[in-house]
């Protein structure tokens, strides 16, 4: 079983900036992909910004240039910086990652960020 866990969340003001941290926990052998989605009231979860195969980064194009995203594998840890909210990235925010052995992926539990002044 893999375990993820999301810290970093909270209210911010526009403008502001906040970050995440999602760790991992398990018996992990590799982790293919981890990152970032989202979801807020009445709309389709979302992806946020990934590391993909390949050690590829990808980002909503909502958020890029504004998020960026950090990782130590060896640690099983993975960091979104967020700079310049604005209050339509408020939403729950969920971590992610594809492991192997497993060859499944995982879901942190979500943590709230709301932007409002």
């Known amino acids: 079983q893999v375990q993820l866990v999301e810290s970093g969340g909270g209210l911010v003001q526009p403008g502001g900036s906040l970050t995440l941290s999602c760790v991992t926990s398990?018996?992990?052998?590799?982790?293919?992909?981890m990152g970032w989605y989202r979801q807020a009231p009445g709309k389709e979860r979302e992806l946020v910004a990934i590391?993909?195969?390949?050690?590829?980064?990808t980002y909503a194009d909502s958020v890029k240039g504004r998020f960026t995203i950090s990782r130590d594998f060896a640690k099983n840890t993975v960091n979104l910086q967020m700079s310049s909210l604005k209050p339509e990235d408020t939403a729950v925010y969920y971590c992610?990652?594809?492991?192997?052995?497993?060859?499944?992926?995982?879901w942190g539990q979500g943590i709230q960020v709301t932007v409002s002044s």
């Open positions: 398990g018996s992990i052998s590799r982790i293919v992909t």
């Open positions: 590391f993909t195969s390949g050690s590829t980064t």
């Open positions: 992610y990652a594809f492991t192997r052995p497993q060859n499944t992926g995982s």
